[in-house]
């Protein structure tokens, strides 16, 4: 069987919340029935912290490599990410987080500040660089977009994402985009980020036929 390297941020692994999905129930896992599968998943991860393994990753000489990965890096913040870090090093200003960054307060932040944890030209230069590491061998999943319910949680979120996702298209080309955007609703969490066990289904179909194609 050929080689199948995975790099994703939480969307790739098993959860306990809000709804359950075990291992066995993952895209990830599903694909061993078919490839040799490796994979790194990270949750939380912004492009730059996956990037930063990319020597590591490379080793296992691939003959497919799938990323999941943006919507850390492109999701409406309160804060930057330094900025995070920086404020939850003291007690003192994690009170202050503590009392700003929930509810009304939180939303209005994000409204007015606008920031993400990583700027577009950013995740421009990290996605060139992963290309050239992999070259044809790369393909990536679309951000996902989950729609109008999740904008009112983090207005401007669908913006970010066309955004970002143009630039993966642009960059690795269509025919390793993996495209998900017709995923049912029934197939999303009711966080709007991640799959419950329809839609992990749903996605390893998706890459499953793309790699297919491949072979």
């Known amino acids: 069987m050929k080689k199948l390297l995975i790099i994703t941020d939480s969307l790739g692994l098993p959860r306990n919340t809000p709804e359950f999905v075990n291992y066995e129930e993952t895209w990830v896992h599903k694909l061993k029935d078919f490839f040799n599968v490796y994979y790194v998943c990270l949750g939380g991860a912004t492009i730059k912290d996956l990037y930063q393994q990319i020597e590591y990753s490379k080793m296992f000489n691939p003959d497919f490599v799938v990323i999941q990965s943006g919507i850390v890096d492109c999701a409406p913040r309160a804060l930057t990410k330094f900025e995070n870090e920086l404020f939850n090093k003291f007690w003192i200003t994690r009170t202050f987080l503590d009392y700003w960054l929930n509810g009304k307060k939180l939303k ?81 969490m009711t966080d709007n980020i991640h799959l419950n066990t329809q839609g992990h289904e749903y996605l390893f179909n998706k890459v499953f036929n793309k790699l297919n194609e491949k072979q």
């Open 108 to 188: 209005y932040l994000r409204q007015k500040r606008n920031v993400s944890y990583t700027k577009i030209k950013v995740f421009e230069y990290y996605i060139n660089e992963i290309k050239k590491a992999f070259e044809d061998k790369l393909f990536w999943i679309e951000i996902l977009n989950s729609g109008i319910e999740y904008e009112k949680k983090l207005p401007g979120i669908i913006k970010n994402v066309e955004k970002y996702n143009s630039i993966i298209k642009n960059i690795i080309g269509l025919n390793n985009f993996i495209e998900i955007s017709k995923i049912p609703q029934s197939g999303i």
